[in-house]
């Protein structure tokens, strides 16, 4: 049986301080922001376009965007505020905690006996929520553009590349390389198959899906691919989980330049651990992003155990793109 603990009024340094209000209201808000993105509302609103609901549901989830203060009518049009501007440019982290990590989340309940549940995830709603982050900085992909339109043309592979979404935008700046993605989830790889098929980019764009977790044993999709061939390996917000499973962040980058010889260029994008005293001070989005880490055992690594694996396998860093401080993509190169 657990103790129950008499009520202690906590002081504002080591609180939250969150009301009820703020969290039956978050949990609404975060449900209305992805109905609204689902609508296609916040691409037409950051673009600078006003919006008119035509239906009771449209009409009921506008005035709730008004209540939560991120939509202002002007007549019968809805347009921005400047709330409403920042949550339309984070979409992408509100649709990960909401519906990707939704199924992790509602697992709690039921672990009370465990240290750990696996993650659990929508991987669909992970995918195209990591997608709407990645567009957040469309200098990022300028930048990763240029470096790898710059040169020799290779073939560029994303190891964990979810909806195809970073190397659809890719192929479009360096017109001459060739990209590979891989995914563990096989219907993501498939949908995403399809899309490229539709967008006629399936002769520069091969898509399989397979764990790019090194083991002892190559992975079999590794056969179907001119290893050789590929010169830079990218990879976003996963390298923290493979290392927290496959020993350590050196280890990992050691097991793909195995199976890529001619690597000449790595591109990691990765949440890093900001060190805080207590979860609430860590910064925007990290608070979450902390809870839903320690719930599965994934660990976090900072900036210094990544930067210190590079120099270990002999890369330099060529360029480093913080998005926030916790965001960061680092591109890196080798002689
Ligand atoms: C947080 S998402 C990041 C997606 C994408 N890289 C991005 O940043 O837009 C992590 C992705 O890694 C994939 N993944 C997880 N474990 C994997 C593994 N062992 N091998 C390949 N992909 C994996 C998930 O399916 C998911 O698409």
Redesign the pocket.
């Known amino acids: 049986m657990t103790a129950v603990t008499p009520l202690i009024h906590q002081s504002a340094s080591t609180t939250a301080e969150f009301t009820i209000r703020d969290v039956i209201e978050g949990q609404t808000a975060g449900h209305l922001i992805v109905a609204a993105d689902d609508w296609g509302w916040w691409t037409a609103l950051l673009s600078g376009e006003s919006i008119v609901p035509t239906t009771g549901i449209q009409q009921t989830v506008a005035d709730g965007l008004i209540r939560a203060g991120f939509l202002a009518r002007r007549g019968h049009r809805y347009q921005l505020t400047h709330t409403g501007h920042d949550v339309g440019k984070n979409r992408g982290f509100v649709r990960?905690a909401v519906r990707?990590w939704e199924p992790t989340f509602r697992q709690v309940s039921d672990s009370a006996h465990r240290e750990h549940i696996s993650a659990a995830?929508d991987?669909g709603a992970?995918?195209l929520g990591?997608?709407d982050?990645?567009r957040r900085k469309p200098e990022f992909f300028a930048g990763i553009g240029h470096a790898i339109a710059t040169g020799t043309p290779g073939c560029t592979i994303?190891?964990?590349?979810?909806?195809a979404?970073?190397v659809t935008a890719l192929a479009g700046l360096a017109p001459r390389e060739r990209f590979l993605g891989?995914?563990?989830?096989a219907g993501?790889i498939a949908d995403a198959t399809t899309e490229l098929a539709a967008k006629g980019l399936s002769d520069r764009i091969t898509l399989l899906a397979?764990?790019?977790?090194p083991e002892a044993e190559p992975p079999a999709w590794l056969d179907r691919v001119d290893r050789d061939a590929v010169t830079t390996a990218m990879?976003?917000?996963?390298l923290h989980?493979?290392a927290s499973?496959g020993g350590g962040i050196t280890p990992v980058l050691r097991g793909w330049m195995d199976w890529f010889p001619n690597l000449r260029r790595l591109v990691i994008?990765d949440g890093y651990l900001v060190e805080a005293t207590s979860w609430t001070q860590q910064p925007w989005f990290s608070p979450t992003y902390e809870i839903y880490h320690s719930l599965t055992g994934v660990r976090l690594w900072t900036r210094q155990q990544y930067e210190s694996a590079f120099a270990d396998l002999g890369w330099s860093i060529a360029r480093r793109m913080e998005d926030h401080t916790m965001l960061v993509t680092t591109i890196l190169e080798r002689e």
């Open positions: 990960v990707g995830t991987p992970v995918a990591c997608s982050i990645a994303d190891l964990g590349c979810a909806d979404g970073r891989v995914d563990i989830e993501v397979g764990s790019v977790q990879s976003f917000f996963l989980q493979l499973d994008g």
